[in-house]
């Protein structure tokens, strides 16, 4: 059974098309991401999943319901805009999703309070939320995420302000939750977080989806081998050669992109005749390369500093 | 549904009502009602500075036998008013270097420097009264003690020009009391003597309007302001994961009616303990003619009256909070609606004179004035008849309901809504729209 379905979804805001006839299956029991720069559509279609909002037209199928108040119990949604009551004690805020949830009162607390010890959040049962850091906080929104153990996980933008240690944490919960037999939709728009994560993906690109399946069969059939080279010497003449498309630097590496037809052969005969070769490397695309040759749209997208893909025309400098 | 929107419901009452601001509004007012009545009674056991006055009486004919009377077995030249000292000054105090025609200006200036604060002036008789006086003061509200001289100048004045034509001391003091004239207020124990219970109790509907008035305001703005920061701490996507924007409109609106109920419930005992265990005879009154008008029918009328107008104006308030990232976005939407408001409390007082008039009739059945004029009406004389208390109610019910279906709509699309604050235009285009 697919733990979800959608069948031509479109979602209009004012005039913007921000979910553009999008239609997708994903199967149960996978870690499922959503991929696309920051703007793509990806909360919109999360929202429209957990009827926040609702599609102008198509329709979603969760669990196998199409109404939405059946299903809503069953899922664990974590919102990109986080939030919780400032002033309420964390188990009963805990407690009170859990309850929303449909969970018993005591049932909710219980389980709350063993989440809490689980996530080394036992101490603060009985402080107020505007008591924790900040990386506490985040621990605790997703401890309430998946108080009621629901059979499918959604978290909108899951590691972002996330410290390396937090993120290990949700990671693995993450991973512990598909073994259980559970679903996780996520949606990122760090491509190697979902490289590392995700048994299969979707991308978005301005509200249309561009790619979904198996992440091994996108990365197999994608026909443009990425090649890592390094040498001695200065390798900049590899952008002048007429069947390279694109060449990036990764450090003291250079990362080559050849056209459709040509071998990477041509290129090593090439290069060993003007530098010393230290290292060639044909290696798979990364989701990055692939999304950038399907979204076509190749020098309309950068990579910021911090490894984000960014649409130029989404409010960057 | 019904199981979420209870447990909304029963958050949002605990937060309200475990708040520092409701202990604080819940003791407040019996605490203001406290200081309300002792006050007074305080400051009249406090000493008074003294006053002084004079009487200008050329030649004599009334003032030493007016202020003999005056000061009636006094050793001091003065007499005691409502705790309150007046002392005789002779007025030559200050006209002594005067010529006799100025001295009225003399005392006047007196009065305005603040060395005197009355004077009276006497003048003989005309054709028309027996004596002319004219009383000069700096405080003309201060009405007790002109009112004491008047009393016995008129006995001086009638016994030195008519006791040598009627003969008889007694005959002329009877004639001066003249009769008497006592105002009975009838009720449900037949006519008893008008006291300021009586008073009270004609005005206590406004009093009942004003605490109705004043409840709805205070919970519906706190639903406002709750929705406005649900919103700003983004809490509110993660509750929408859990329950319909509906289901938590609902609980919000069910939660703050019972808190309202509750706020109103520590203001009714405690004020209504005070009335039957202080034994200071103004509060005595004042509790029997509050107490007069909250007949159990009443009580009744005023919590249907309360859910209802809380809920026909909270839908509103909790409509515009949910389109509103600042307060101050959300006062400037407000404003009509706190126009409407504030007529009913206009009204207060022509309803409560006139309560089976066109206006008052008419005004009940406007829904937003509907809980505020039909309060007014129901513990007034006469009381709206009972067609019309639920008809009111029921209209008041229908529009509610109608209220409730718009600021659910508005919510769903205003709640996610980050940014500018939507022109009220807008916002009634979203309401037309079909979900």
Known sequence: MNALELDHITKTFSGHLAVDDVSLRVPTGVIHGFIGPNGAGKTTTLRMIMDIIRPDAGTLTVLGERDPAVTRARIGYLPEERGMYKKMHCLDFVAYIGKLKGMRPAEARERGAQLMDQFELGKWKSATVDALSKGMQQKLQFVSTIVHEPELLILDEPFSGLDPVNLEVITDAMLQYRRRGGTVIFSTHMMEHAERLCDSLFMIHRGRKVLDGPIRDIKSSASHPAIRLRCFGDASFVRDLPYVTRVREQGSDLEVFLDQESNPQILLQEVVKRVAVMSFDIAEPSLYDIFLELAGEKGRQRITADGQLVDHEEGTP | ?435
């Not at chain 2, 949002?12 to 009602?33: D, G, H, N």
Request: glycine share 6%.
């Open chain 2, 1 to 435: 549904m019904i199981r979420r929107i209870l447990w909304v419901t029963h958050r949002e009452y605990l937060a309200y009502v475990k708040t520092r601001t409701f202990l604080i509004s819940a003791l407040a007012f019996p605490i203001m009602l406290i200081i309300g009545f002792s006050l007074p009674v305080l400051l009249e056991s406090t000493a008074k500075p003294a006053r002084t006055f004079t009487i200008l009486d050329p030649g004599d004919r009334y003032a030493t036998d007016l202020l003999n009377r005056l000061f009636a077995g006094r050793e001091e030249e003065s007499i005691l008013l409502d705790g309150r000292e007046y002392h005789y000054i002779p007025p030559t105090a200050f006209t002594h270097q005067v010529d006799r025609g100025d001295h009225q200006v003399v005392l006047e200036q007196a009065v305005q420097d603040g060395r005197l604060f009355a004077f009276l002036v006497l003048t003989p008789a005309d054709s028309t009264h027996l004596c002319d006086a004219s009383y000069f003061t700096i405080d003309p509200a201060a009405e007790d003690f002109p009112r004491v001289v008047r009393h016995v100048l008129t006995r001086v004045v009638a016994l030195q020009e008519l006791l040598p034509r009627v003969g008889d001391e007694t005959v002329l003091l009877r004639g001066l009391d003249g009769l008497r004239f006592a105002t009975h207020a009838v009720t449900e124990k037949g006519g008893e003597l008008a006291t300021a219970a009586h008073m009270i109790r004609s005005y206590a509907p406004m009093a009942i309007v004003y605490m109705l008035w004043v409840s709805v305001l205070v919970m519906s703005s706190h639903l406002m302001t709750s929705t406005i920061e649900e919103k700003s701490t983004r809490v509110i996507e993660v509750l929408l994961s859990s329950v319909s924007s509906f289901e938590f409109m609902m609980g919000k609106l069910v939660g703050l009616a019972g808190a309202g109920l509750t706020m109103l419930f520590t203001w009714a005992v405690p004020g209504a303990l005070l009335f039957s265990v202080v034994q200071n005879p103004t509060v005595q009154q004042v509790g029997a003619g509050l107490g007069g008008a909250f007949s159990g029918t009443t009580i009744f009328w005023f919590i249907t009256f309360f859910l209802l107008g809380f809920l026909f104006f909270a839908s509103i308030y909790v409509g515009v909070g949910s389109v509103c990232n600042t307060l101050r976005d959300a006062q400037s939407l407000l404003q009509p609606v706190m126009f409407v408001l504030m007529i009913p409390l206009f009204l207060m007082v022509y309803v409560t004179n006139n309560p089976d008039s066109i206006i008052s009739v008419v005004a009940s059945f406007f829904p937003p004035f509907t809980p505020f004029v039909i309060m007014n009406r129901i513990p007034a004389n006469p009381p709206a008849p009972l067609w019309q208390i639920v008809g009111a109610a029921l209209l008041l019910l229908l529009s509610t309901w109608l209220m409730v279906r718009l600021a659910a709509k508005v919510f769903r699309i205003g709640i996610l809504m980050y940014g500018k604050a939507p022109t009220l235009p807008e916002i009634l285009r979203w309401a037309r729209q079909r979900s």
